[in-house]
């Protein structure tokens, strides 16, 4: 089994969550994160969508190069082409962590 930890804006939350329930995921959520990192500042302002949410994941070893290759498809490739507009410098606020 291996813990996924997705950081991201919570302005996403309508496009994540149910990406996450179609993929039958169970998970932990964390509200109202606040920090700074490459994509800003998420000080809980309306300008960087208020703040950030955390999802953590327990996904099992066999699903895991599914789950990889499904954020790879959808956020990597239509998602960020939907939210990013061409030479846009700042990266999409959406991380994913994968931990042993």
């Given at each position: 089994?291996?813990?996924?930890?997705?950081?991201?804006?919570?302005?996403?939350?309508?496009?994540?969550?149910?990406?996450?329930?179609?993929?039958?995921?169970?998970?932990?959520?964390?509200?109202?994160?606040?920090?700074?990192?490459?994509?800003?500042?998420?000080?809980?302002?309306?300008?960087w969508g208020g703040s950030n949410t955390i999802v953590l994941l327990g996904i099992a070893d066999d699903r895991l190069a599914a789950f990889r290759e499904s954020v790879s498809k959808h956020w990597a490739q239509k998602f960020a082409s939907t939210h990013l507009k061409p030479g846009h410098a700042t990266p999409l606020p959406f991380h994913v962590f994968v931990f042993p």
């Open positions: 089994m291996q813990m996924v930890m997705m950081i991201f804006r919570t302005s996403l939350e309508d496009e994540v969550f149910p990406w996450l329930e179609q993929e039958e995921l169970p998970y932990t959520r964390l509200d109202g994160v606040l920090g700074k990192g490459a994509t800003g500042h998420a000080p809980g302002s309306r300008t």
